[in-house]
């Protein structure tokens, strides 16, 4: 495994991010537990989860799950950077009472008390905000974090699916208060077949030293040989994947780019993975395996080395949107 700085910190993190989300909906604890163990034996040592995964009336159930992942081990918890997300509604109907979903200082400190007794663990390494909270000035958010690293319930902050001006604004009030080194990282959708971020939200991050953790990697399976496996018999393609496959110039444009790698001999979920590395400022993607086979896959992508034709390939098929502000002013 290879490792980096997050961002401006001092702190290493694996290449590759373990997503949790699938633990506990579509994989059980056991099997969950398996992939933890192979992830930590190969190297990977950021793991990454949420308050709200298990969704439903199951919320808080990955938490749990990878808290009694702890439990079997302090070497676990000892070798593990822990990252997970408030801003969600924990009620199972939906239904939020007042003050127990978003950013105000109340949630924040009722939210992180309750992660860590799911997690079973007496510190988070790296608390993210899920969403920006619009009603919630930064000066009470900043309050209520600084608090909780006095306390040393949380040692980093990060934030999720923040565009470039609230990641501004979000560091820009923590430097004027002192006291905190604001946000370190952010996750957003980021892929090869999405490629807005490049615009605002990167330049962003990079300017104030965020790492970047793009979430998504292969856009729902559509960069992981979704025609090829529809083609085969294999798992067909859903959600927004589906959605991209139904248009007739998207499916061409997947098509090319599954063509382009079977004539390098690249598997193209390992290509996707692959191609974020290169790019500036990112950290590492989340991978959310299902399946034991799905990580030694996404592991295979760390030791990739795509071919500068490769690159300019995939660049043809999937152009970004240019440098800001000339992307959309000149």
Not at 185 to 207: D, F, G, H, K, T
Not at 285 to 306: D, H, K, M, N
Request: proline residues 5%; charged residues 20%; hydrophobic residues 40%.
């Amino acid at each position: 495994m290879k490792y980096t700085q997050l961002g401006r910190t001092g702190l290493k993190v694996s290449r590759l991010v373990l997503g949790t989300m699938n633990f506990g909906p579509q994989t059980n604890e056991p099997d969950s537990h398996a992939i933890m163990d192979a992830a930590l034996d190969a190297g990977i040592n950021y793991f990454d989860t949420a308050n709200v995964y298990g969704w439903g009336e199951n919320k808080g159930r990955t938490e749990e799950i990878i808290g009694n992942w702890f439990a079997k081990s302090p070497d676990h918890r000892d070798r593990t950077v822990l990252a997970t997300k408030v801003y969600g509604n924990m009620a199972a109907d939906g239904d939020a009472w007042p003050n127990h979903d978003k950013l105000s200082a109340v949630n924040i400190r009722r939210a992180v008390d309750a992660s860590l007794k799911r997690l079973r663990t007496d510190y988070i390494d790296i608390y993210q905000f899920h969403h920006v909270d619009r009603a919630t000035p930064f000066e009470e958010i900043w309050q209520a974090i600084d608090t909780l690293i006095q306390q040393g319930k949380i040692l980093y902050v990060g934030s999720s699916n923040f565009p470039g001006y609230k990641i501004a604004q979000a560091n820009e009030i923590a430097a004027r208060r002192g006291g905190t080194i604001g946000l370190v990282s952010e996750q957003c959708l980021y892929n090869l077949a999405e490629r807005r971020a490049e615009m605002e939200v990167i330049p962003a991050a990079q300017e104030y030293g965020l790492g970047v953790i793009p979430w998504s990697p292969l856009q729902g399976g559509l960069l992981g040989g979704v025609i090829k496996k529809e083609i085969s018999g294999g798992r067909r393609a859903s959600g927004r994947a589906a959605d991209t496959l139904a248009n007739p110039t998207s499916r061409a444009q997947i098509q090319a780019y599954e063509d382009l790698l079977d004539k390098h001999g690249i598997e193209p979920g390992e290509a996707a993975l692959a191609w974020l590395l290169t790019r500036p400022g990112v950290t590492g993607p989340i991978v959310g395996p299902r399946t034991a086979e799905q990580l030694e896959s996404a592991l295979r992508a760390v030791e990739l080395e795509l071919s500068e034709e490769v690159l300019t390939s995939l660049n043809e098929i999937f152009p970004g949107p240019g440098p800001s502000p000339e992307a959309f002013a000149w």
